[in-house]
């Protein structure tokens, strides 16, 4: 006798199944610059700030509630797109921060991310709109949780 089975997938089963494969893809090894827009991460032994670099474009660092979280900077005629890096040490793997690439001049948003408070740097891209000649770069998130952040913008192409 053959039975006929049938499976119901709850709502909650496919947010949980959803939330695992978002999240595996947030585990490279190395960095990898996705121009989809998801993030990707490298492993961190100990949360750290990088030193800048003479490629960095425009770079914001957040330790105390006085530091800068906005930046505006001239964009070089060659670049074609950026690369951003972030990362950020927090309270509890529910914090995060993110950010966002505005024209210089005003209006919405070219590219914006959101990464989680775990030490890892990750690792995105945006394109850089023709008529652009400088972006705007915010540092966005309830901070209160974060002890320290950073969000990197350097140009590509």
């Known amino acids: 006798m053959t039975r006929a089975v049938s499976h119901r997938v709850t709502a909650a089963t496919a947010l949980a199944v959803a939330a695992v494969v978002s999240l595996a893809g ?89 990464v989680r408070c775990d030490g890892n740097n990750y690792v995105d891209s945006a394109l850089v709109p023709g008529s652009a000649q400088s972006v705007h770069l915010v540092l966005t998130g309830d901070l209160r949780q974060v002890r320290a952040a950073y969000v990197v913008l350097q140009p590509s192409g």
């Open 26 to 114: 947030c585990t490279a090894a190395t960095p990898v610059v996705h121009p989809t827009g998801s993030p990707s991460a490298t492993p961190a032994t100990t949360f750290s700030i990088p030193p800048a670099t003479s490629a960095d474009l425009a770079r914001l660092v957040y330790r105390t509630a006085s530091d800068s979280q906005e930046t505006t900077v001239a964009v070089p005629a060659n670049a074609t797109g950026f690369s951003i890096g972030a990362a950020c040490e927090g309270a509890g793997s529910s914090t995060h921060i993110g950010w966002t690439i505005s024209p210089g001049s005003g209006g919405p948003a070219i590219s914006s991310g959101r």
